[in-house]
């Protein structure tokens, strides 16, 4: 059995960041991950590239070549992904032991886990190799300033766990950057009946059947469950992580993990 975590969200919301922060906390407390770019406009990267996409295909090439633009070109390039999930991935997957941890890093374009299938094929054939796989979506802090943009994020975050059907964490990233915590922890666990009171006085009154539709919705599928992440804070990543590895059930494996680092084995 392997682990693998599906980091996905909106554009800039922090996702390569978090996969660099995660590989140098795990480096720091000496477990073993792998982190797999699946960017292929991807640029630069701070963390040690697993495995990349763009040695299977070219951005660059695709767009000069078919004529596409940046956007377009990404889709034909994820497609060509899918293509090649019995070729390229397995053969790629072929490099690791039974019990690896890998982290992949997606692309922004929101549209490949609202209704575009390469990602949810990927996670398929990823759990027809015996992955245990978790989506972790990102949600960028700084946008939680108003409880619009907190319902449109959890409609956002909503449509991937409905499309990935994966055991699904929800985080907010970048809490270095949120002055006020107190805004924030309304959003973090916040209480349904404040949530559309607000919602109610923001809005105009023929939404207010709407406005409660949605705040069901959201509650029933307890999408107002949020961990905050600070990465200048080991605790903070430590706890995240502790989480997901619930979600996916890694924890065994990693007891006999540990025992190899004893330094008494030397
Ligand atoms: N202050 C702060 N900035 C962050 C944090 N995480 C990411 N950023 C910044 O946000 C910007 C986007 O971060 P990325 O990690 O590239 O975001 P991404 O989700 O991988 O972006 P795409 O791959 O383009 O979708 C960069 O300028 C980062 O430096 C954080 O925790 N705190
Ligand atoms: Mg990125």
Redesign the pocket.
Known sequence: MGYAQLVI?P????????CSSLYQHCETIGRRIHIVNL?PA?ESFDYPVAMDIRELISLEDVMEELKLGPNGGLIYCMEHLEENLDDWLSEELNNYLDDDYLVFDC??QIELFSHVPVLRNFVDHLKRNNFSVCGVY?LDSQFMTDVTKFISGCMASLSAMVQLELPHVNIL??M??VTNKRDIEDYLNPEPRVLLSELNQRMAPQFEKLNKSLIELVDEYSMVSFLPLD?RKESSIQYVLSQIDNCIQYGEDADVKVKDFDPEDD
């Open positions: 969200g554009a800039g919301s922090g996702k390569s960041t978090y960017d991807a692309p922004g990102l990233s970048k270095d950057l990465l």
